[in-house]
């Protein structure tokens, strides 16, 4: 048996296409260009790859893009300051504050002064309680990248049972209530949990978000068991570039699992495009407007 790959490159690219279509009707019809501005402080260089790429996605969809880049000793004052001005901005439906921030600045303070109703990122108490209650929230990107990818393997993911390794507030616990409102049953473990494996050889549904490389190993793994990779780590090669791997030892987990993410082309191709996702649903909550079709 050999794992089906979850090509995350295709589905993202169908998913931004549907995007731009409901942006173009929404321009039509209502006259409204969604529209997100992006806050880069510093220059670290895997952030600035990732806005860049923000950058060029939002207006390959038909959204306007702005662009915000603060020096690294900006004070906290100046970033809130700006936060507010954005806030208010009648062009703007989308906040994203690129993460992480210089060590000089408070991150829970900066994303609580970000409008709820404008937070993309999902990260917001107010989006992270109503997520929890199982209200309508805006909804971090990583995890609803890590439903639709689920959902391209299974219609409905209703009464199976799902492991969520890895409980960070940007992606193990808004992913746990997501899989919750699917219906699934969800046990979320982390890397101090007690015989790991044999919880993960009990799950249809395994994802890894802890961030130690290739941690999740194939014999861990249910026969069949659709496997979500979300981690992205750097291990050095001899003589040569380091080595992008996940969470799971990918090559083990091919015979085992019935489908699998990799790393790179899995779930990372999936945050940007489910970033326009929220941009647009933002857009047309904040306009009064039905719910797009994403």
């Not at 083990?252 to 019935?258: F, I, N, S, T």
Request: glycine share 8%; proline share 6%.
């Amino acid at each position: 048996m050999t794992a089906r790959i979850i090509d995350g490159k295709v589905i993202a690219a169908e998913l931004r296409g549907r995007v731009a279509d409901e942006v173009a009707r929404v321009r039509r019809d209502h006259q409204l260009t969604p529209g997100l501005a992006v806050v880069l402080v510093g220059n670290d260089p895997a952030s600035e790859v990732y806005v860049r790429s923000k950058h060029t996605q939002t207006q390959a969809a038909g959204m306007a893009s702005f662009e915000h880049k603060l020096p690294a000793d900006v004070s906290e004052g100046d970033l809130l300051v700006l936060i507010a001005r954005l806030n208010h901005d009648p062009r703007v439906h989308g906040i994203l504050v690129q993460l992480p921030l210089p060590k000089t600045l408070h991150t829970e303070t900066i994303i609580n002064a970000i409008d709820p109703a404008k937070d993309v990122d999902g990260l917001h108490p107010n989006n992270a309680g109503r997520l929890a209650g199982g209200f309508a929230a805006l909804s971090p990107c990583t995890p609803l990248g890590c439903i639709i990818l689920t959902k391209s393997v299974h219609a409905s993911i209703e009464g199976m049972n799902a492991i969520v390794i890895g409980r960070s507030n940007l992606v193990g616990r808004p992913l746990v209530q997501l899989l919750l409102n699917e219906n699934a049953t969800v046990t979320i473990a982390h890397s101090r949990s007690r015989d790991l494996a044999k919880l993960c050889a009990q799950a249809d549904l395994v994802y890894a978000a802890v961030g130690r490389p290739e941690m999740v190993r194939g014999d861990w793994l249910k026969l069949g068991a659709t496997v979500i990779d979300v981690g992205i780590n750097r291990i050095p090669v001899p003589g040569a570039k380091p080595k992008l791997v996940g969470d799971v030892a990918f090559q083990e987990a091919l015979d085992v699992a019935g489908a699998i993410t990799p790393v790179p082309g899995g779930v990372g191709q999936m945050t940007v495009a489910c970033l326009l996702v929220n941009t647009l649903r933002a857009a047309c909550a904040i306009h009064g407007l039905p719910a797009p079709a994403v």
